[in-house]
């Protein structure tokens, strides 16, 4: 996934260090209380913004109790020792035990792609995953897509193209859309893109400006690499 | 989703001993089936045995011509590879054609061929179904049966069609099953795995407790053929097929020497349409030969008040489907 962190940044001033993540605000929110949030929204972003995204340390559970399994994930390149029950879901493990929420739930039934993330670089939908049977793979959220504030060619396409409305499916977008544009087999023109992209559903209808912000993210890794 | 034992298996045989002979034990390979039906809680396996790490992966061309696909070969694995584009172009064109690209990178060969029907009678656990519960009727007869309802090999007692594209192709192609069980090792052929309704739509497959698909063998391809898979859907993806078509024929100048059809979208099970090949075989490429075929694929069917229109859609799908092949 190295390929993934050379972008030349072209096209991503407008996002800039006191540009916060969605995920990193709510939490300054909480954090700042009472005094952030008679502020002005700017100065609450600015005010946001100075703090750094907590890293995902590595977990160790220790032993499991009875009835659990002990499995290795690494997730963006962390690696995690976890003790899971056998009917633990992959997205419910990241996104409740290692507070990965960047990978959304959506239907829950493999219907509507809001979960999906890399396996091995594979695409795959998490909710129909269960923990236990990835032992020892190697996985990739969202979280793991940037180089720090450098956000991932597809990230600032989606940003430049105002992929998105509501944003639920964004980031199950995002994964589809790395995913494909490093397969060979999936081809470049429109149609071909829609069709790999269809198990991906965006409620708000933005899939225009997805296909914009993938085909130009094309053109961006391909300039990186 | 409720709880079971797990056990993740090392070998075939390993993976056969973990599960039993119990009924109320499950495999897992890709679960795209499997955890979705646990989660809405149709099936309920106390056990749950993983066969991933089993080393049933490959695709093999064997000395006969046949090519022997391991039972956890992923969908997209199975699609993208060269000799089954090359040789089996209907194959990889139906796998392509269903479900999603993160949901084929998921689902295997043999979970494929075990996946369960769509029909939401049978899915919403409340209405009377008589695979979920043997012996409560079938609301989908007198109920809304229009897209995952068949019109070919229905029973009084169901009529939920099975919803697999890459099944119709196999169906096409001719294929033997191998399973690995408590009593050994055998083999099923491909066009008498999935039973009828009948009197026992509970009973789906010709596979015993305890047994364990390990691969799919092609027949060798048809020489000098050519194939393709046409699906007709409510939408250009991501959709079961209404109706679909498999077709593999030979040419001699503008006659048909060999043909094989197999429809999807219209029967309970994978359907081979046998008297519609005899129909083809020795005749002009015509439409007139396409529709008489065609004509004779549905001389049995069973229209319901809302899947009439499948009958003439699965005509067009085989006239279609031949006449892009022998253009």
Redesign the interface.
Known sequence: MSDHHKGDGSGVETFDARSPSRRRFLKSMGASGLAAATAPAWAQIAQAGQSQAEPVEPRDDGAPAE?E?QIRLTVNGVEHTLNV???A?LLDVLRDRLELTGTKKGC???QC?AC?LLVND????SC???A??H?GDEITTIEGLSNGDDLHPVQAAFWEHDAYQCGYCTSGQIM?AV??LNDD??GSDDASV??????NICRCGAYKNILAAVQDARGRMKGAS | MHNFDYARADSTRQAVSSHGPDKQAAYLAGGTTLLDLVKIDIMRPEQVVDINRLDLKRIETLNDGRTRIGALVTNTALARDERIASDYAVLSEALLSGATTQLRNKATTAGNVMQRVRCPYFRDGVSNCNKREPGSGCAAIEGHNRSVHAVLGTSEHCIATHPSDMCVAMAAIGATITVEGPEGQREIDFLDFHLLPGDTPEREHALKPGELITHVTLDAPLDNSRSHYLKLRDRASYQFALASSAVIVTLEGDTITDARVALGGVGTRPWRAHEAEAALKGQKATEATFQKAAGIAFKSATPYAHNAFKIPLGQQAIVRNLTTLTA
């Open positions: 009835g399994q029950t056998p009917n879901v829950d039934q493999g792609g999906t594979t695409a795959i939908n129909l995953s269960l236990v049977s032992d589809s995913a494909i087999n999936i829609r069709e790999a992209m269809s198990g």
